[in-house]
């Protein structure tokens, strides 16, 4: 057996674990599309993003498959602070390269 094969099988198996892992544990059921095109949150989700009545909610369409995504702007806007942040370090770092 080639040992550099049984390690890639090794690693693409558990790819395999962690993503059915992630996909398992952001699962929080279904909600159908009202007359009036509104979708109900499941509860589960709700708490644990702490989603409460009147929150506001970007809606934007995933950049690769087909369908929506929701973020609370908050969130939203904690990320890109962050993301922001992070531009402006490499930026100052790159200045102080030689």
């Known amino acids: ?3 550099r094969y049984d390690l890639y099988d090794l690693y693409d198996q558990a790819m395999k674990d962690n993503i059915k892992n992630c996909l398992s ?3 929080f059921g279904t909600s159908t599309v009202g007359e009036r095109g509104q979708v109900v949150i499941p509860a589960e989700a709700r708490e644990e993003f702490n ?3 009147g ?3 970007m809606v934007m369409r995933h950049p690769v498959h ?3 995504m929701l ?3 908050d969130s939203a806007r904690e990320f890109l602070d962050e993301f922001q942040k992070t531009l402006d370090r490499i930026e100052k770092d790159e200045e102080g390269r030689p």
């Open 55 to 57: 929150d506001k909610l």
């Open 1 to 3: 057996m080639n040992t």
């Open 51 to 53: 989603i409460q009545p």
């Open 66 to 68: 087909p369908g929506v």
């Open 25 to 27: 544990e952001s699962f």
């Open 71 to 73: 973020f609370k702007i």
